[in-house]
Nanobody, 126 residues
Framework: EVQLVESGGGLVQVGGSLRLSCVVS????????IVWFRRAPGKEREGISC????????YHADSVKGRFTISSDNAKNTVYLQMNSLKPEDTATYYC???????????????????WGKGTVVTVSS
């Protein structure tokens, strides 16, 4: 079974930065694309970033493009989401998820993933 564990959430001010981490089961890290989702209270789940294990190509949704960057560290079996220039609307629970082999954007609220982490909370204060 694939295990995904997020960390790095917290409270930041508008314009600040955070880096989220997603540690992935070593045996499956190279076989799954990792997707970052977020869900704010009262809003639909949104898939915002993805990184493919095949070529390292990345995807970022328009809502975060230019501010967030997804990356991976193979030696640590970890995927990161660097979040800069944070806005109040970025406040949400952030989840990493795994889908087999490759990214398949765009990711709507009904996107089906193979595995999910439990989430980490990001709060951006105004």
């Amino acid at each position: 079974e694939v295990q995904l564990v997020e960390s790095g959430g917290g409270l930041v001010q508008v314009g600040g930065s955070l880096r989220l981490s997603c540690v992935v089961s070593p045996s499956t890290f190279a076989d799954y694309a990792i997707v970052w989702f977020r869900r704010a209270p009262g809003k639909e789940r949104e898939g915002i970033s993805c990184i493919s294990p095949t070529d390292g190509s990345t995807y970022h949704a328009d809502s975060v493009k230019g501010r967030f960057t997804i990356s991976s560290d193979n030696a640590k079996n970890t995927v990161y989401l660097q979040m800069n220039s944070l806005k109040p609307e970025d406040t949400a629970t952030y989840y990493c998820a795994a889908e087999y082999e490759s990214c398949s954007p765009p990711y709507g609220p009904g996107a089906i993933m193979d595995y999910w982490g439990k989430g980490t909370v990001v709060t951006v204060s105004s």
